[in-house]
């Protein structure tokens, strides 16, 4: 297996300022690979690598349509650091989105355009993961994700039941990819996918059309000669495999 989850890939209507805004949250270094794209990841990161899933945000114009299943969720290491780091989020521009009791797990909250994300009291099991906790992706069948996406990108299954699948990357390293049942089955529609890339990255055909035999689908959105693929999990969220450039 040679895919790497290696990045969250966010569409914007300003992806300068909606990057501006996780840099901040994160602690993350900016860049730009041209118009229209901002990449985020850690100062002097050596990229790709399994111990961080970076960000890249692509502006689009008419982001409000896009409906993805994917959030993320932000580790803290205390009480202390939980509190600080919301009131911090407030501060740069992002607003609560639903309201917690004092001893709830997560506060969720929406960033400046409107995508929602959690952050997480302090567990032990996030305390390596660096500042993002786990990318969370809804879907009816948990189960079904995981011999997707474990035959996908090889990761170590750290739970699964019925509502709830936990992988995380073999080398132990790293943010969680978690698959959740939502309640009832209401799912909160968001503008952030996957991307994935083969390593080395002149296998992107080869890892494409493994992926196809494991039940992906080859979707066109519109987005022309491009040197990624656009791909559907068996459930229909979109991803793409990254090539080279």
């Not at 205390?78 to 407030?90: F, G, I, P, Q, Y």
């Not at 500042?131 to 035959?151: L, N, S, T, Y």
Request: glycine content about 8%.
């Amino acid at each position: 297996m040679t895919l790497q989850l290696v990045q969250v890939n966010f569409k914007a209507r300003d992806d300068a300022a909606l990057g501006r805004f996780w840099a901040e949250a994160l602690g993350w270094g900016v860049s730009s690979e041209g118009p229209g794209v901002t990449n985020l990841e850690p100062v002097g990161f050596d990229w790709p690598d399994p111990s961080v899933v970076c960000i890249d945000l692509v502006r689009v114009p008419d982001p409000e349509a896009v409906q993805y299943r994917a959030h993320i969720e932000l580790a803290t290491t205390s009480d202390a650091h939980r509190t600080e780091l919301v009131a911090r989020l407030r501060e740069l521009g992002a607003t609560p989105a639903a309201v917690d009791g004092g001893d709830a797990p997560r506060t969720v909250m929406a960033d400046p355009e409107g995508n929602l994300f959690s952050v997480l009291e302090p567990r032990e099991i996030h305390r390596d993961t660096g500042p993002i906790a786990a990318v969370v992706v809804d879907c009816a069948d948990p189960r079904a994700m995981v011999r997707f996406w474990g035959e996908a990108i090889d990761w170590t299954v750290h739970e699964l039941t019925d509502d709830r699948a936990l992988l995380r990357s073999v080398q132990g390293v790293g943010p969680y990819l978690e698959f959740c049942r939502p309640p009832d089955d209401e799912v909160v529609w968001s503008r952030l996918h996957l991307d994935v890339m083969s390593d080395p990255v002149e296998d992107q055909a080869r890892e494409v059309a493994r992926l196809e035999s494991l039940g992906a689908v080859r979707t066109d959105v519109g987005q022309g000669d491009v040197s990624w693929a656009v791909l559907t999990d068996p459930e229909g969220n979109e991803f793409c495999v990254l090539g080279r450039g």
